[in-house]
């Protein structure tokens, strides 16, 4: 059953990167979330460059997140993600939900990106 389930996604996560890809005006922001963690990367797809990294692993966060819960976490790590990309100069990018249904964790990262200013 869990292999399945992956599978599927795994097969979602293709059909989206066949039309979903990061330019140097608009690169992509990617999703990773496994069973206590969730991981958000801006990447250029032209340069096969990461221009920005944040998770819920990241110095500046991981002190502050004890006690929240994981959909808390994803809000925090969108917020950091986004401030980083703005600080970049990055202001319009492409979300690449990675295969996983839009809702929950990945829904509340997305919103917070939106909310810091991150046009997508």
């Known amino acids: 059953m869990k292999r399945d389930k992956i599978v599927l996604r795994l097969k979602r996560k293709k059909s989206i990167r066949k039309k979903v890809n990061g330019t140097t005006e608009r690169p992509r922001l990617t999703v990773f979330k496994s069973s206590g963690h969730i991981y958000a990367q801006v990447i250029n797809d032209e340069l096969g460059v990461t221009l920005v990294t944040a998770s819920t692993l990241s110095k500046s966060l991981k002190e502050n997140l004890n006690g929240k819960t994981k959909t808390e976490k994803a809000v925090a790590v969108g917020a950091l993600v986004a401030e980083l990309a703005l600080q970049n100069g990055i202001t ?29």
């Open 92 to 120: 319009s990018v492409v979300y690449d939900r990675n295969g996983y249904p839009y809702h929950g964790r990945v829904k509340a990262l997305a919103d917070a990106a939106r909310e810091k200013g991150l046009n997508f």
